[in-house]
């Protein structure tokens, strides 16, 4: 093999990588994007439930307490904490 033989080859094989890198960085992103929408999921069921729970306080003739509306705002402010976190990475 002469020298521009072996010299098209490594470039080949440097595209190659190059390509292999951004499948990666790509893959990289999906899974971020998928622990986005995994965690607000999570916490939107979360705050659901939590609304469910005071709505059934309120049907047996009792009210929400301030604790109540605290633990809805703490999971949104999570969310808001964990997606500005995950910005940062990207």
Do not use: P, T
Request: charged share 30%.
């Amino acid at each position: 093999m002469d020298l521009y033989e072996k010299a098209q080859d490594c470039s080949d094989k440097a595209r190659e990588l190059q390509l292999e890198l951004i499948e990666l960085n790509k893959s990289k992103l999906d899974n971020i994007e998928d622990d986005f929408d995994n965690l607000i999921s999570y916490q939107e069921k979360l705050i659901s439930n939590q609304k469910s729970f005071i709505d059934l306080q309120e049907a047996k003739g009792g009210s929400a307490s301030v604790s109540d509306y605290d633990g809805m705002i703490d999971a949104q402010n999570q969310i808001i904490s964990y997606l500005n976190g995950k910005r940062q990475e990207l």
